[in-house]
């Protein structure tokens, strides 16, 4: 498939997220004892940066604009409730090594390329939590578990893109670290609808319990 796969619009977002719901197996007991609450949790909002979201961009990914609006109430519900939110964005240096992922992809995102900083749709401020990474998880190379044990956070809220590599990742790293994962599957994006439900479908068996925007925001 396209990498420019436009699986999700405004117009099908609601019946598709319904569908991925409705296919995901979460065992009762697992909701029992994991159930949503912004208390001690952080948002984080993983990679909305032009690099993806920029239609002259090579790697744009076209779902990924129609998950902003959902990832925007999803931060206006956190300032509201005073929480801890934070954003990464991908790049390197411009002389760091990439590392294996260098020899995987060969064309890395750089610091100096202006498609490396956080699209302007997204409510980003000046002077929010902001970690740049050179890996898939948010956690390697950078403060964030030590910015979260200092905030007391148990429970984390994963957005932004890509759904099955940095978010997926960051999930993983986050629940061996013992947080409380909940995913949110209409807030996260990825190049093609099969790789965002098998993403989903993983997390949910052994990781994270995936959730809606919309059980975000009705919670007080």
């Known amino acids: 498939m396209s990498i420019n796969e436009n699986y999700l619009t405004k ?9 991925w719901m409705a296919d995901l197996d979460i065992p009762p007991k697992r909701k029992d ?10 948002l984080l909002v993983i990679d909305m940066q032009d690099f993806f979201l920029k239609k002259e961009s090579h790697s744009y ?14 931060i206006t519900k956190y300032r509201t409730l005073n929480k801890l939110i934070i954003f990464t964005f991908h790049a390197l240096e ?10 995987w992809w060969g064309d890395m995102l750089r610091v100096n390329n202006p498609l490396a900083k956080i699209h302007s749709s997204v409510d980003f401020r000046d002077n929010d939590i902001i970690f740049r990474k050179n890996r898939y998880s948010a956690f390697i190379g950078t403060d964030l578990d030590q910015i979260l044990r200092e905030n007391q956070i148990d429970t984390l809220i994963i957005t932004g893109i890509m759904t ?8 993983r790293d986050a629940f061996m670290r013992d947080y409380d994962i909940f995913f949110v599957v209409d807030a996260t994006a990825t190049e093609t609808e099969t ?24 919670e007080t």
């Open 94 to 103: 411009v002389n760091e090594d990439p590392g294996v992922m260098g020899k």
């Open 61 to 74: 990914i076209p779902a990924a604009t129609t998950i902003i609006p959902n990832i925007n109430q999803i």
């Open 164 to 171: 099955h590599l940095c978010c997926e990742t960051t999930a």
């Open 33 to 42: 004892n994991f159930k949503y609450s912004s208390k001690n949790s952080a």
């Open 11 to 19: 117009e099908n977002i609601a019946s598709k997220t319904d569908k």
């Open 195 to 218: 790789l965002h439900i098998s993403s989903l479908r993983t997390l949910t068996d052994g990781f994270a319990i995936p959730i809606r925007t919309s059980e975000i925001l009705m």
